[in-house]
């Protein structure tokens, strides 16, 4: 079993559809969680990070995380079709090797106008 | 300000032959990492650097991937007798600091294609 495990997709939704896009973990220690949004041939930039289970929103983009369950999610409100990329989620623990971020394989997202 | 840039963006080469791929880190930003991004395997880390010096080679596969990083800033990494597998779109980023709080900011990446 790989240490996060994320649904490759591809998924396709029109326009204002809220998406939403899910990892889950096996590693315990993992203590920061980000998504990151990839264009094609461009690399990830990132798009949310959190450290706490609960929900964090930016405009609209809502990540949340259930530390209990092992789970994170990344909710897409009014999705756009500028919005279609791979979203891929990372995280990592607090240890002293924390800068290695582990990814998820992304999921392909395409938003139909 | 600028970003992270990666050269060439693109490399065709035949197998056995060694490439060398350059990461321009952002200006200022100590810590930089090299990711290697293959279909079905997603973004796999490769090494980190802390300033000049590489703390963590880990993520390497083999010994014929090495990499070095000069005067803080720039950093190659080169790839001897290329097979097959090593196909793959190779990504840098770089960060202020090497805490996980610490944003990774990724270049473009360099899509290398061994035939």
């Known amino acids: 079993q790989k240490e996060v495990e994320q649904d490759p997709g591809p998924l396709s939704v029109p326009e204002g559809a809220i998406v939403s896009l899910n990892c889950t973990y096996s590693?315990?220690?993992?203590?920061?969680f980000m998504w990151y949004r990839q264009y094609s041939r461009k690399g990830p930039e990132l798009l949310m990070y959190?450290?706490?289970?609960g929900n964090k929103e930016d405009g609209r983009f809502t990540a949340q995380v259930d530390k209990s369950s092992k789970y994170i999610s990344l909710f897409i409100r009014d999705s756009q079709p500028s919005d279609s990329a791979t979203y891929l989620c990372a995280m990592t623990h607090s240890g002293g090797s924390n800068y290695k971020l582990t990814f998820g394989k992304g999921t392909l997202l395409t938003v139909n106008p | 300000g600028a970003g992270v840039s990666q050269s060439p963006s693109n490399k065709v080469t035949e197998k056995g032959k060694d490439v060398e791929l350059r990461c321009d880190p952002i200006?200022?930003?100590?810590?930089l990492y090299w990711y290697r991004q293959s279909l079905g395997q997603g973004l796999e880390f490769l090494i980190y650097f802390q300033g000049n010096s590489a703390p963590d080679k880990s993520g390497l596969p083999s010994d014929r991937f090495s990499a070095e990083r000069t005067g803080g800033s720039v950093s190659t990494l080169t790839i001897q007798r290329t097979q097959q597998e090593d196909s793959a779109v190779y990504l840098c980023?770089?960060?202020?600091?090497?805490?996980?709080?610490?944003?990774?900011?990724f270049g473009p990446g360099t899509r290398l294609t061994v035939l």
């Open positions: 959190t450290y706490s289970s």
């Open positions: 980023a770089s960060s202020p600091g090497t805490s996980g709080a610490d944003t990774q900011y």
């Open positions: 590693n315990s220690a993992f203590q920061y």
């Open positions: 200006s200022g930003h100590t810590a």
